[in-house]
């Protein structure tokens, strides 16, 4: 495994939050809490915040193109992803670094401009060549590591509200009621 960097003062990851025009992120301790519940009938259960729900759809409203890259495939994201209008959801994902600089080139955004959300060594190889790397406070080590700016809270309880909130902070596009 490659080494891992230390993350940058908070200036430095506020100028390259500045820049982004996607953000793509994994969903698993993510987006949620990173808890799957099975029940006897076989259904899957995932708990989402309503809090990121609204940061993420703060970012679609200023024009920052959303999309989800997870290794697990799920009704429930899709379902979700559905309910927040994140149209480019993939699932199953095994290389999430080649997936991010797919969605770089058919959206015409250099992988430069593109931020990455993850929580695991799963997510480090899109995070190691985005823009902008963030994680939510309970992340990996090696993940938190890496990532230019780390979410106050953990997945699944705000940290994607936080990552949200820091984008547009920086872009000056966050206007509280």
């Known amino acids: 495994m490659a080494a891992t960097r230390l993350p940058p003062d908070r200036a430095e990851a506020a100028a ?13 301790g993510t987006l949620t809490d990173g808890a799957i519940m099975i029940g006897s009938g076989g259904e899957l259960f995932k708990r989402f915040s309503v809090r ?5 759809r703060l970012l679609a409203d ?11 495939e799920s009704k429930i994201v899709a379902q979700r992803a559905g309910e927040l209008g994140i149209g480019r959801v ?16 058919d959206l015409g955004v250099d992988v430069s401009r593109a931020a990455f ?7 480090l190889a899109a995070m190691r060549i985005c823009g902008f790397a ?6 990996e080590p090696a993940v938190i590591a890496c990532a230019h700016w780390v979410a ?8 994607m509200r936080d990552i949200a909130e820091f984008i547009l ?9």
């Not at 990121?52 to 993420?56: A, C, E, N, P, S």
């Not at 993850?118 to 997510?123: N, S």
């Not at 872009?171 to 009621?177: M, Y």
């Open 90 to 105: 993939h699932q199953g994902v095994a290389d999430k670094g080649g997936v991010l600089e797919s969605l770089c080139r």
């Open 16 to 28: 390259r939050a500045a820049r982004i025009r996607l953000v793509a992120m994994d969903v698993d």
């Open 52 to 56: 990121d729900g609204l940061g993420l």
């Open 169 to 177: 902070r920086a872009q000056g596009l966050l206007e509280l009621p």
């Open 152 to 159: 106050p809270r953990p997945g699944g309880k705000g940290a």
């Open 134 to 139: 963030a994680a939510p406070a309970d992340a």
């Open 62 to 72: 200023a024009g920052i193109e959303l999309a989800i890259v997870t290794g697990r």
């Open 117 to 123: 959300v993850g929580d695991d060594w799963p997510d």
